[in-house]
């Protein structure tokens, strides 16, 4: 049996494509069912839906043979365990520093004053600051880091933006572009020795349907 790790939303539908492309098709959306765990057209292939950020770990401990992640996902994971063979170049988006329109970001960075960063990524802001020089102390939030400026708890934060509608209207601005952002394919380190004659040619058409994009 192949597991393939993947989460709801933008992920699983950007990946169909490529499972297509495999001739892999799911039997379910999962969406319109309750199931974790959604059989496909190949009797040997199965998908299991996980939050995003718990892909990795599904994969790293073999639980789950190939997965699906973001960058960012993978940056605050480590990335232990993994292989990352093929950027699929899907749920794009970019890392980046966002305040209320009219707070002086630069000038609070030129003046060294000690700003208050909310983010669910502590490990590449951490990072990112640590690479300017600028001390910071680090919210950790789950989720909604918009409001976060909005209501006092932190001067700036650092979160994933796609089409800027998110910032705009809740009166932010990005600042500062960290890095921009793409899904990897990731890949057990043993399932790709175990299973290799099965799994070799999925990671092959995956790869081609990635290069005729472009
Ligand atoms: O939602 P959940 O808490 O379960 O987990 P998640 O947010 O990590 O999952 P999901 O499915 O939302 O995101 C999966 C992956 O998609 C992320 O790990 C990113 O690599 C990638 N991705 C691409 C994005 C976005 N674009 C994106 N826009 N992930 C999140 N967003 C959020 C962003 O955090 C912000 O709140 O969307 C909002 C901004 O979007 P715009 O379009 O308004 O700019
Ligand atoms: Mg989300």
């Known amino acids: 049996m192949i597991t393939i790790a993947l989460s709801k939303g933008r992920i699983f539908e950007e ?18 069912t309750r199931k974790l765990i959604i059989g496909t057209n190949q009797p040997d292939v199965q998908l299991i839906i996980v939050r995003a950020s718990d892909v990795p770990t599904y994969v790293q401990y073999g639980a789950a043979d190939l997965g699906v992640a973001g960058k960012d996902v993978l940056l605050e994971h480590g990335g232990q365990g993994l292989y990352q063979p093929l950027d699929l170049e899907i749920a794009k988006c ?54 976060a400026p909005l209501v006092g708890l932190a001067d700036a934060i650092v979160d994933l933006v796609s089409t800027g509608g998110t910032l705009k209207a809740n009166n932010l601005v990005a600042v500062e572009h960290i890095r921009d952002i793409s899904s990897r394919l990731v890949v ?27």
């Not at 960063?117 to 880091?145: C, N, P």
């Not at 057990?188 to 799994?199: A, D, P, V, Y």
């Open 188 to 214: 057990n380190q043993s399932s790709l020795k175990l299973k290799h004659e099965r799994l070799q040619p999925m990671l092959d058409a995956f790869a081609a349907t990635v290069a005729n994009r472009h």
């Open 15 to 32: 990946t169909l494509p490529l499972l297509a492309a495999a001739g892999i098709v799911p039997a379910e959306a999962p969406e319109s």
């Open 94 to 147: 970019a890392l980046m520093v966002a305040t209320q329109n009219g707070f002086d970001y630069e000038g609070a960075v030129k003046q060294g004053a000690r700003m208050r960063i909310a983010t669910k990524y502590t490990e590449q802001a951490k990072e990112h600051f640590a690479a300017k020089g600028v001390h910071v102390d680090l919210i950790k939030l789950y989720g909604s880091m918009e409001l």
